[in-house]
């Protein structure tokens, strides 16, 4: 049995009406490439007031719940979860093993944000072997994208129908199953954005927020300082997407 998962969250605001997309995929086969007897199940939901790190943690842990309230996996299996977020890959595959250590304080010594949920999910990973892998967020990855479009419209309480089904009945490119073509397709386009010419470099320092022509602007203002935030956006789209995940611009008040 091979298993795929995609999730994603957004919050418009931080805190502010948030959302969390999760896509599951169910091979029934060893190889992702047949997709007969295979299954897709979205997930999706919303909360009024939270930040964009909570549902990303939710979706993660709505995603193993629902494996593991259904009892859809079955040995021997193979499982991955996918996520644009640094936060969750790193924390549940890093962190939090220190955090438990020092009784949930960081390396600042102190309380770990979110750590009702980070208690969730180390709780639900115990029932599964998950490999955890970081994904470039918005660089047309089909999985991505679709748990991106979930929770984004549970942010905006615009939600859709969410599809359960077959494989063969859904809209999802051969390319982002097959785990070496998506290692591939991950690997591309992580070069072509290092690549790609910036809208803008955004660097946060201390609560205060800079926008930045140039990477050498905004790398002057970071370097050495602990603490900061910077990202660079390649489109205006981009730069409000990140002023969002900040906290700085709420999606209703897009032109």
Known sequence: MNIKIFTDGASSGNPG?????????????ESSKNIGNSKVIELGGRE????????????????????HIHSLVKKPYDMIL???????????????????????????????QNKDLWEELVQVEEYFDVSWRILPGHS????????????????????RPLFSGSLEEYDMSIDDIDEGALLQKITTSKKNRSNAKAHSYLS???GSLEKHATWKECEKRVKGKKGVRFKKALSPEEELDILESWGFRKAHERQ
């Open 48 to 67: 009024e007031r939270t930040t964009n790190n909570r549902m990303e943690l939710k979706a993660a842990i709505e995603a193993l719940r629902f494996l």
């Open 82 to 112: 996918y996520s644009d977020s640094t936060y969750v890959v790193k924390g549940i595959t890093s962190w939090v093993h220190g955090w438990i250590q020092k009784g949930w304080m960081n390396s600042k010594k102190e309380p770990v």
């Open 204 to 206: 946060l320092v201390d």
């Open 140 to 159: 047309g990855i089909a999985g991505n994208e679709r748990a991106d479009s979930i929770a984004t419209s549970f942010a905006m309480n615009a939600s």
């Open 17 to 29: 009406p948030g959302g969390w997309g999760a896509v599951i995929l169910i091979f029934k086969n």
